[in-house]
């Protein structure tokens, strides 16, 4: 029997165990995640996390036979065998020591938090309350299952919420949701009262009680700030209208006698691994000076940094980046350089108000294109560049050779055009080598505002679905791009083909329904410009300003013949004022017609109009100061309805002074289109007064592109080392080392900027993830070079860098990466806290497989060497591991302190909080088998390399599952590039199986 219970004892004690116990948590953590959308997140929770038995798939409909499923143990399950586990292992292993008080802490946190699970699952009970506006009650409603046809539970309150007021607010002129708020007082019931646990509101109509307006205790709750009394905790969740109109507050609610238990236990693992982290950093950096630089012998060897070769670096870095965007327009008669270089910079610096907040033109022009072709400027082919570069008189081809070469067909209003102006194209930065040219933003902008006819000739539209290019009319080559008249004259066949999308989620897309939904975006992006600054619908050869005159003079007319009708109805009593001016003299009904016909235009334009170019009423006038934040700015529509009380009716200076813009740049006059530039710059001044600044900031940060030009410089830092190893250049290494640094130091820079200019920490959205990763990965690669010496560390900066960059550059085509934030992520603390922290821990995992895949990489080439010119390579790793889980770990516990006091619950098994949550088991299994030797070294190298599917999976993988409180959208064809990455680790992977290519090794040369 003694025998039996030490074999019994060794088994819960043994690592083995804890390695499976943990694989066994990730196998169900990721079941349960990819379960979610087809069956819900509270099914999932009770079978797979809160359950002793959790056979796979959940629903029979999906098991084969309907019966035949995978048996695996519940969370519960899992949860009590690693209790027991530890608690053994503790038992077998854990000698007290100074040395380990880390590792003390991380054990005894993970017993807190599995007791907290427990206690949560057992205890908390999770309610929700509805209350009308001006109504109150008394009671809380438990929700029962899904699908279930009883009615949702009473639950009585010792005291009764009365909602005053409930506040929903969008972000300006967007359906981006600012604020939820409810405004409410606290009645608390008298004690002698019985509590009514079934009491409906005080009266029928959810009126309030008979109290004073002023009784009891006023209090406000909204995202991110609850409500806790008397053993609850309310908080915003949601709100509706009745028929009447007036809105109810939806709370839900929360009472949780355990919620103190995951604070104890992310403070004791915190803390234990930030010192158990710090030891090893110390103990490992004592035994590389003990020992000397065995990274250097490993390597290329210490090499000695000397003046030159950081003066040469920094110079090219510095030169690089000063590269500009374009090399500036061709100025063929003084004319069209001044237009390009000048005139359409300084209207890309004008503020337009678009997606919720103020922003410079230029950036609404770079985001519409980016939606539109994926890049910042138009590029025209090289005939195309001659039609629309050039004047028709300096064509050296005939005009119909030339419109079969370029296959654009010119009407004779748009040849005159060119002939007076020709399009502004320049010599873009990835165009400087061929006969091609493009066309800046802002520039193409203003051709798209107020030349439209011309600007519908151009290449745009990217389509990359042969399906789509099918509808459209095929053209040769993979990507096609099409010019707006081309997408108009199919626009019937699309808008049918798309018809099904209404009835579909995103994520249920056919890959031509997605190429169909993108389009839809990119055709809103153009209309958005078209319609933004000018009428977009003007008679061929009109400018906007005649058009203005015309509708000045009806509304005066109109104006002055209803006065004339009022002042004679005077001299008839009980005769009622008309609200419309009836046919006189001098506004017979031709002018009502006209006017009518006006009114139903500009209606219209108000109605679907999305930028913002006219201040709130009364600002940007003489005297006036500037407009308060959040405040809507008038777009065309509203703007040329726009009329200040007492005033005579007139269109506000803005709008004629786009007119004279307009008319400026049709005839090619440079002067008059730089004095409309100039009055227009001029008459936004008073408005934009606080934000001034940071909008010029944001025009300079775009044409600096400086994200653009760092990806550039990190594939040369890539190719310096590899330059450096092929040559075995020990000063080049240096070189590579000093130019990564200076390239770091513009990524930060960016970084900063970006910061500066949205007001916000730096990490946001999904795009700001990826410049943040890649800058994090790039500072870790770079403080192991300091370490190593050999070029390993600048070369794993600089392929992370790169590729990061790439990604990042790919999601800033879904729109504006500046954008609003939505209410519930509106919360500075925790977006630099939660969010910046776990972005960082994606770094430290993508770094420690880069670094482990050159490990695999040199041990398969044969160049690896004996067992202690290994162990720098893979200390790295094991640092990396620790570096990332820390971080991962941290950023996951802040991120359920938010839930907790965004939403009412620590933990919720949400796909983004699975995906977390995997991250971070993935990096215990790796210590875990380290620590024991479960695994060699090789092994341990392709266990880290699997680290970058998981990050990977938890990053973006579950946002293409688009369930949960943290699904933040994906690009397109998201699915496609994910598998293609996890496909190549796996490959990597495989190949380490492969023996060496060579028997030698560098230590037996």
Not at 179 to 198: D, F, T
Not at 993 to 1004: E, I, M, N, S, V
């Amino acid at each position: 029997m003694k025998d039996v219970s030490q074999r019994l004892f060794r088994f819960l004690a043994s690592p083995w165990l804890t390695a499976g116990l943990l694989a066994l948590c990730m196998v169900i953590v990721f079941l349960g995640t990819i379960e979610q959308p087809a069956n819900g997140l509270r099914p999932v929770q009770q079978h797979y996390f809160e359950g002793w038995y959790a056979p796979w798939p959940l629903s029979a409909r999906e098991r084969p036979w309907g019966w035949l499923a995978l048996p695996l143990p519940g969370g519960f399950s899992l949860g009590v065998l690693l209790l027991a586990n530890l608690l053994c292992a503790a038992a077998r292993y854990f000698r007290l020591s100074w040395g380990k008080a880390g590792m003390l802490l991380i054990h005894l946190g993970f017993l807190v938090l599995l007791a907290g699970g427990f206690a949560i699952a057992a205890l908390q009970e999770e309610f929700h309350m509805e209350i009308q506006e001006g109504g109150a009650c008394d009671y809380l409603l438990r929700s029962t299952a899904p699908g279930s046809p009883e009615s949702p539970e009473r639950v009585p309150l010792p005291f009764t919420l009365r909602l005053d007021k409930f506040t929903h607010e969008f972000h300006p002129g967007s359906s981006i949701p600012k604020n939820y708020a409810s405004r409410l007082r606290i009645l608390e019931k008298p004690a002698a009262a019985p509590v009514q646990g079934g009491a409906a509101p005080a009266s029928p109509d959810g009126a309030a009680p008979a109290v004073a307006a002023d009784a009891g205790r006023a209090v406000e709750i909204r995202m991110n700030a609850p409500l806790r009394h008397g053993g609850f905790s309310f908080f915003q969740s949601s709100y509706k209208h009745a028929p009447d109109g007036r809105p109810s507050t939806i709370l839900q609610v929360v009472r949780n006698p355990g919620w103190a238990l995951p604070y104890v236990a992310f403070y004791l693992m915190g803390a234990g691994m930030l010192l158990q982290f710090l030891t090893d950093l110390l103990r490992f950096l004592a035994r590389r000076g003990g020992t000397g630089n065995g990274a250097a012998k490993a390597g290329l060897g210490k090499s000695p940094v000397g003046k030159a070769s950081k003066a040469a670096a920094i110079l090219c870095a510095t030169a690089l980046a000063a590269l500009p965007a374009s090399a500036g327009a061709e100025g063929r008669d003084g004319m069209d350089a001044r237009l390009s270089a000048g005139i359409s910079s300084e209207f890309g610096r004008l503020p337009v108000q678009h997606n919720g907040r103020l922003q410079p033109a230029d950036s609404l022009a770079r985001n519409a294109l980016f939606l539109i072709r994926g890049r910042q400027s138009v590029a025209f082919p090289e005939a195309a560049a001659v039609m629309f570069g050039t004047r028709p008189s300096q064509w050296t081809l005939p005009t119909a050779q030339m419109e079969r070469e370029t296959g654009v067909r010119l009407g004779p209003a748009e040849l005159a055009m060119l002939e007076r102006f020709p399009v502004p194209l320049e010599k873009g930065f990835l165009t400087i080598f061929n006969g091609s040219k493009s066309l800046p933003a802002s520039a193409w902008m203003l051709e798209v505002a107020f030349r439209p006819a011309l600007a519908a000739h151009f290449p745009l539209f990217r389509v990359e679905n042969a399906e789509v290019r099918d509808l459209l009319g095929q053209k040769p080559g993979a990507i096609a791009h099409y010019s707006w008249n081309e997408i108009s004259l199919a626009w019937e066949k699309i808008q049918k083909a798309a018809a099904p999308l209404d009835e579909k989620k995103p994520r249920d897309y056919t890959a031509f329904e997605h190429g169909l939904a993108k389009l839809f975006s990119a055709v809103q992006a153009y209309s958005a410009i078209a319609g933004a600054f000018a009428p977009p619908d003007l008679p061929e050869g009109r400018l906007p300003n005649e058009e203005y005159a015309e509708w000045v003079a009806l509304n005066r007319a109109a104006l002055a013949a209803r006065d004339a009708t009022r002042a004679s109805n005077t001299q008839r009593p009980g005769a009622p004022p008309p609200l419309l001016a009836l046919p006189s003299p001098r506004f017979g009904q031709r002018e009502m017609v006209l006017l009518s016909r006006f009114l139903k235009r500009y209606d219209s334009f108000e109605r679907e109009g999305t930028v913002g170019i006219l201040p709130p009423d009364g600002h940007g006038r003489a005297g006036a100061g500037a407009p308060e934040d959040g405040e809507r700015w008038e777009n065309l529509g509203g703007a040329l309805k726009h009329r200040h009380p007492g005033e005579e009716f007139k269109v506000p200076a803005p709008l004629r002074l786009h007119g004279d813009l307009a008319a400026a740049w049709n005839a090619g006059d440079a002067g008059a289109a730089a004095k409309a530039v100039a009055a227009l710059t001029e008459a936004f001044q008073p408005a934009t007064t606080r934000t001034g600044p940071r909008l010029h900031a944001e025009a300079l940060f775009n044409r600096a592109e400086p994200f653009f030009k760092t990806l550039i410089l990190y594939g040369v830092v890539f190719a310096l080392v590899c330059a450096a190893w092929v040559t075995r250049g020990r000063r080049l290494v240096a070189v590579a080392f000093w130019t990564a640094l200076a390239v770091l130091l513009l990524h930060t820079a960016a970084i900063g900027a970006r910061m500066w200019i949205q007001g916000r920490p730096p990490v946001t959205n999904l795009y700001s993830t990826a410049i943040v990763v890649s800058w994090g990965a790039v500072v870790l690669g770079l403080a192991v070079e300091r370490l190593m010496k050999n070029g390993m560390g600048t070369a794993a900066a600089a392929v992370a860098g790169f590729a990061s960059l790439i990604l990042a550059h790919n999601l800033a085509m879904n729109g504006d990466t500046l954008g609003m934030m939505q209410a519930v992520l509106d919360d500075n603390f925790w977006l630099a806290t939660h969010v910046v922290t776990i972005t960082l821990g994606y770094s430290g995992m993508f770094a420690a497989g880069l670094f482990a895949i050159f490990w695999l990489l040199r041990r398969l080439s044969g160049r690896m060497g004996a067992r202690e010119q290994e162990d720098p390579l893979g200390r790295v790793v094991h640092g990396m591991v620790c570096f990332a889980l820390l971080l991962s770990f941290a950023g996951t516990m802040l991120g359920g302190l938010w839930a907790d006091k965004s939403w009412g619950r620590f933990w919720g098994w949400d796909p983004k909080e699975n995906g977390a949550l995997l991250v971070v088991l993935w990096c215990v299994v790796f210590l875990h088998a380290r620590a024991f030797r479960l695994l060699g070294d090789a092994g341990l190298m392709r266990l880290a390399v699997g680290g970058n599917i998981v990050t990977a999976a938890s990053w973006f993988g579950t946002n293409l599952l688009s369930t949960g409180l943290h699904s933040y959208g994906f690009s397109q064809g998201g699915f496609f590039w994910l598998s293609a990455f996890w496909l190549s680790q796996l490959a990597l992977v495989g190949l380490s199986f492969l023996p060496p290519l060579r028997k030698t090794c560098r230590g037996a040369e």
